[in-house]
């Protein structure tokens, strides 16, 4: 499959799972648990040995699934996360040198911002869309908001202590594309290996509205 986008990837699903693996195997089993709910769209960071290998076995699961890589914090990763079969990477912030190797490695980022001077960086590297990272503790949808006003063409995609009770409203913006976030895999869930509760998460998390844009 050629290389989606990230404008396409961000608007396949309203909420983008972040997952953080102990083994590639439980990675499998947690994949396929959230495609079964209709989570089309997954981002396996690089927290945990197991990462790149669960991006592999990850982006084999069904023709239709979009595997990112997360919390790239070096340039390095963005070549090992394209060989590993990821589709978009994400990233808490950004610099020159992490842009030019995710240009470098085909892989399309979504990089982290938290303040003005971050969006103009990204804004100058040409980047549309980014991830405000970590979204409840630097401000919220009203720091979406306030950032509309100067920045009113960017898009978001909000991350870090969103809930399924907050979601909706921060999907409501008009200038958030979609979430992200840990809440459909629960730590507890996980290690009792109920994949019907991961998937039941998902459905429900794919479910929820989002106005066209
Ligand atoms: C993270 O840092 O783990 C992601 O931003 C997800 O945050 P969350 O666990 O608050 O959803």
């Not at 083994?23 to 790149?52: D, F, N, P």
């Not at 079969?85 to 610099?95: I, K």
């Not at 399309?108 to 001077?117: A, E, F, K, Q, Y």
């Not at 907050?166 to 958030?176: I, Q």
Request: charge should be neutral; charged fraction near 15%; hydrophobic fraction near 50%.
């Amino acid at each position: 499959m050629a290389t989606p986008a990230v404008a396409d990837i961000v608007r396949l699903g309203p909420v983008i799972p972040v997952l953080a693996f102990d083994s590639a195997e439980q990675g499998e089993h947690v994949s396929r648990a959230l495609h079964a709910g209709g989570v089309k769209v997954l981002e396996i960071t690089l927290r945990t040995a197991a990462g790149l290998e669960a991006i592999e076995r990850a982006s084999k699961i069904a023709p239709d699934i979009v595997v990112g890589v997360g919390t790239i914090t070096k340039p390095e990763h963005c070549a090992l996360a394209k060989k590993a079969g990821a589709q978009f990477g994400v990233s808490p912030g950004l610099t020159r040198e992490m842009h030019d190797a995710a240009v470098e490695a085909g892989l399309p980022l979504l990089p982290g911002v938290m303040t003005p001077s971050d969006i103009i960086a990204a804004l100058e590297l040409g980047y549309e869309i980014v991830k405000f990272f970590p979204a409840v503790p630097a401000g919220g949808i009203a720091m979406l908001q306030a950032f509309h006003g100067p920045f009113p063409g960017l898009r978001f995609c909000p991350t870090g202590g969103i809930t399924p009770e907050s979601a909706p409203n921060f999907l409501a913006l008009p200038n958030v594309v979609c979430v992200g976030g840990s809440w459909l895999t629960p730590k507890a869930a996980v290690a009792a290996q109920d994949w019907a509760e991961v998937t039941r998460l998902a459905r429900a998390a794919s479910e929820l509205s989002r106005p066209a844009r």
